[in-house]
T-cell receptor
Framework: DTAVSQTPKYLVTQMGNDKSIKCEQNLGHDTMYWYKQDSKKFLKIMFSYNNKELIINETVPNRFSPKSPDKAHLNLHINSLELGDSAVYFC?????????????FGEGSWLTVV | GEDVEQSLFLSVREGDSSVINCTYTDSSSTYLYWYKQEPGAGLQLLTYIFSNMDMKQDQRLTVLLNKKDKHLSLRIADTQTGDSAIYFCAESRGSNDYKLSFGAGTTVTVRA
């Protein structure tokens, strides 16, 4: 039933490790996103893919690498994790229409780097 | 975000109306959204309004848009404890604008 689902929901890992967060949407949307929410709840876009093509790549360290195997999936791989990477990472999807480009979010993945 | 501003906190008594305000800077903003985030949960789309509208009502929610002042508000009638959450205002420029700009969120606390 879940429209945008991401795993894992919680992840605690040590500095220097490499980890991945997976995301899948069953809405048939063409566009998927990764957003980062920091400790002050501020949301910032990281990446966006449209039909498996990267269309937005904000100023994000290249330790973060998104991968979209198909338009229903967008995974986020993070190398050499740092303390400052601790945040909530939200996957989202949208479909452009005459009604706009309404974005639907997943439940979030809480990453804690220790 | 810099383009969208909201006050950070709002405390309201149960049963009263809540009004959450938002201002944006981009005059080409076409679509404006309100999202709700409950503790430990993701963002839930509450409602949205197009820039050619002044008002939109959806059950207890009323959205007002003053395009001249670039001011958006969300009114929640008969506020309940389940309305305690962070409310985010967001804007985009059109259906081909994939960058949704978010405000910093308003934390609404409903007290008995």
């Amino acid at each position: 039933d879940t429209a945008v689902s991401q795993t894992p929901k919680y992840l605690v890992t040590q500095m220097g490790n490499d980890k991945s967060i997976k995301c899948e949407q069953n809405l048939g949307h063409d566009t998927m996103y990764w957003y980062k929410q920091d400790s002050k709840k501020f949301l910032k876009i990281m990446f966006s893919y449209n039909n498996k093509e990267l269309i937005i790549n904000e100023t994000v360290p290249n330790r973060f690498s998104p991968k979209s195997p198909d338009k229903a999936h967008l995974n986020l791989h993070i190398n050499s994790l740092e303390l400052g990477d601790s945040a909530v990472y939200f996957c989202a999807s949208s479909q452009a229409s005459s009604w706009g480009n309404t974005i639907y979010f997943g439940e979030g993945s809480w990453l804690t780097v220790v | 975000g810099e383009d969208v501003e909201q006050s950070l906190f709002l405390s309201v008594r149960e049963g009263d109306s809540s009004v959450i305000n938002c201002t944006y800077t981009d005059s080409s903003s076409t679509y404006l959204y309100w999202y709700k985030q409950e503790p430990g949960a993701g963002l839930q789309l509450l409602t949205y309004i197009f820039s050619n509208m002044d008002m939109k009502q959806d059950q207890r929610l009323t959205v007002l848009l003053n395009k001249k002042d670039k001011h958006l508000s969300l009114r929640i009638a008969d506020t309940q404890t389940g309305d305690s959450a962070i409310y985010f205002c967001a804007e985009s420029r059109g259906s081909n604008d994939y960058k949704l700009s978010f405000g910093a969120g308003t934390t609404v606390t409903v007290r008995a």
